[in-house]
């Protein structure tokens, strides 16, 4: 489900449609067309085209080519590429084959820029997933998601982010984790996607990081191999029960509008205000 941003805070007008309800992000070589196909016909819910951590200095001319031909066919699910960064000839490069094709939307890595995002929109007009893989991309995530109204998601490159912050402890990204968070909801957008897990044969961690992800205002993951996707998909996709509660509770806010209130208790004694009544729309909304 595709769903259109709203103006924002800073008067921003809605932007292309936000793909709110993505849950897996599939990362696909552009040098292998074949997993491609195998991809769009699988259980993500989007598959992004990589031109650049996936394929080889010597092949990136080679996954250009593929990209700007892959961009053009008709596929049953979201497309979008991961180009090289956009400062350096190799990023360039992917931006000038893609000019003026129908491109889903564009992950731009290492961002730090405003430049970078005019050097994008510049060849490419399509929406732009932001990744913020260094200390001064995450210290300038919410000046950097308010500039362009082409922007619409976010995300860390934890990997990189890692190294260039020295830290070896996984819950040493937590404070980048809730500012990026915190960045997008600032600027209007979606809950960011989390990061990929690297751990391909690590169910159980991705399970575990995916939740805590969840948890703290991420919607939707990148993963690197369909044995992540359906961990993911199960964790952010509302459960039976969340789905009848949210139910109930919009039934007790119209009861409770007709008497004249807009916070009450409900059957079990709880406190229902609407930021608990939004909460419930969110689940909703991602059931279709």
């Known amino acids: ?7 924002d805070a800073c008067g921003k007008s809605p932007a292309a449609a936000v793909p709110t309800a993505v849950r897996t992000w599939l990362y696909v070589p552009a040098t292998r067309p074949d997993l491609l196909a195998k991809a769009m016909s699988g259980d993500a819910d989007a598959v992004v085209l990589d031109l650049e951590d996936a394929v080889p200095e010597a092949r990136k001319g080679e996954a250009r080519a593929q990209a700007a031909e892959a961009v053009r066919a008709r596929w049953p699910k979201p497309l979008w590429i991961r180009v090289n960064d956009v400062r350096h000839p190799h990023g360039t490069a992917d931006l000038e084959a893609l000019a003026g094709a129908p491109v889903d939307g564009l992950r731009l890595p290492k961002c730090e820029s405003r430049q970078q995002i005019a050097i994008a929109l510049s060849h490419v007009d399509a929406p732009l997933h932001l990744l913020f893989e260094t200390a001064l991309g995450v210290e300038r995530a919410y000046e950097l998601a308010a500039d362009a109204r082409r922007v619409t998601l ?28 915190n960045a997008a909801r600032a600027a209007g957008l979606a809950g960011p996607v989390q990061s990929v897990y690297t751990d391909v044969a690590d169910l159980d961690g991705l399970a575990t990081s995916t ?59 709880r406190l229902i205000d609407p930021a608990v009544v939004a909460q419930a729309r969110w689940i909703l909304e991602r059931t279709g």
């Open 1 to 7: 489900m595709n769903t259109p941003r709203t103006p």
């Open 154 to 181: 976010l995300s860390l490159g934890e990997a990189d982010l890692r190294a260039d912050l020295r830290i070896r402890a996984d819950a040493a990204l937590d404070w980048a984790r809730a500012r990026i968070v």
């Open 211 to 269: 939740e805590h992800g969840r948890d703290h205002g991420f919607f939707g993951r990148s993963v690197v191999h369909p044995r992540q996707i359906a961990p993911v998909n199960s964790l952010f996709t509302p459960t039976p029960l969340e789905i009848a509660g949210a139910r109930s509770l919009i039934d007790s806010l119209n009861t409770a509008a007709d008497a004249g209130s807009a916070a009450w208790l409900d059957e079990r004694g």
